[in-house]
């Protein structure tokens, strides 16, 4: 059983920047496909980033040029570099385990202020 365990939120002010950490046990890292999402107040959980177990990325479309997903395999860690922080970035970021397994962190809070 695949466990997640996010950290790293915190409240910056607009324009600033923030890098979340998920530590990933109970499996083999490498062969994991890894995810960001994020569910604002009001708002539907969404997709914000992926890395594959080669390290290929993608990304949504609101967070492109902004957000850097990546991961270190020698850490069981994946990681999100948030730049250029907006207000409607405001949200719980969930760390998620796509393949082979299916699994959820916790959430951190991350908060952009005007």
């Known amino acids: 059983q695949v466990q997640l365990v996010e950290s790293g939120g915190g409240l910056v002010q607009a324009g600033g920047s923030l890098r979340l950490s998920c530590v990933a046990s109970?499996?083999?890292?490498?062969?994991?496909?890894m995810a960001w999402y994020r569910q604002a107040p009001g708002k539907q959980r969404e997709f914000v980033a992926q890395?594959?177990?080669?390290?290929?990325?993608n990304y949504a479309n609101s967070v492109k040029g902004r957000f850097t997903i990546s991961r270190d395999n020698a850490k069981n860690t994946v990681y999100l570099q948030m730049n250029s922080l907006k207000p409607e970035d405001t949200a719980v970021y969930y760390c998620?385990?796509?393949?082979?397994?299916?699994?959820w962190g916790q959430g951190t809070q991350v908060t952009g202020s005007s």
């Open positions: 998620r385990v796509l393949s082979p397994d299916n699994a």
């Open positions: 890395i594959s177990s080669g390290g290929s990325t």
């Open positions: 109970g499996s083999i890292f490498s062969r994991l496909v």
